[in-house]
């Protein structure tokens, strides 16, 4: 059973950084894409970043430069450093897991298709003021 657990977030004034943590259970890197979608009030779910099975990474055009994604395989972890925050970044930002390759799926179909992931953590505010 695949699991994703979030933690950080918080509020921070534009032009600060935060950090957000993900634990995965369940999964392996070697078969899963993971990644960072949020979705602020009013608005659809937009993919932010997601990592691919061989490392390759896809990240939306306004988060480029600003966010950075990594991952510990060890701790099977995935974390999201966001910089040079800005009050558009205000969003519950969620982790997510899926199976790409068993779907005939690469990092950027997530980002730019909007494709969704199998697996959800539960999500994490992130306040941005101006």
């Known amino acids: 059973q695949v699991q994703l657990v979030q933690s950080g977030g918080g509020s921070v004034e534009a032009g600060g950084s935060l950090r957000l943590s993900c634990t995965a259970s369940?999964?392996?890197?070697?078969?899963?894409?993971m990644g960072w979608f949020r979705q602020a009030p009013g608005r659809e779910r937009e993919g932010v970043v997601v990592?691919?099975?061989?490392?390759?990474?896809s990240y939306l055009d306004s988060v480029r430069g600003r966010f950075t994604i990594s991952k510990d395989s060890d701790k099977v972890a995935l974390y999201l450093q966001m910089d040079s925050l800005k009050p558009e970044d205000t969003a519950t930002y969620y982790c997510?897991?899926?199976?790409?390759?068993?779907?005939?799926?690469?990092?950027?179909?997530?980002?730019?298709?909007?494709?969704?992931?199998?697996?959800w953590g539960k999500g994490t505010l992130v306040t941005i003021s101006s």
């Open positions: 369940g999964i392996t890197y070697n078969d899963y894409c």
């Open positions: 990592i691919d099975v061989d490392d390759t990474t």
């Open positions: 997510a897991a899926d199976m790409c390759r068993a779907h005939g799926r690469r990092a950027y179909s997530y980002i730019h298709h909007r494709v969704g992931m199998a697996y």
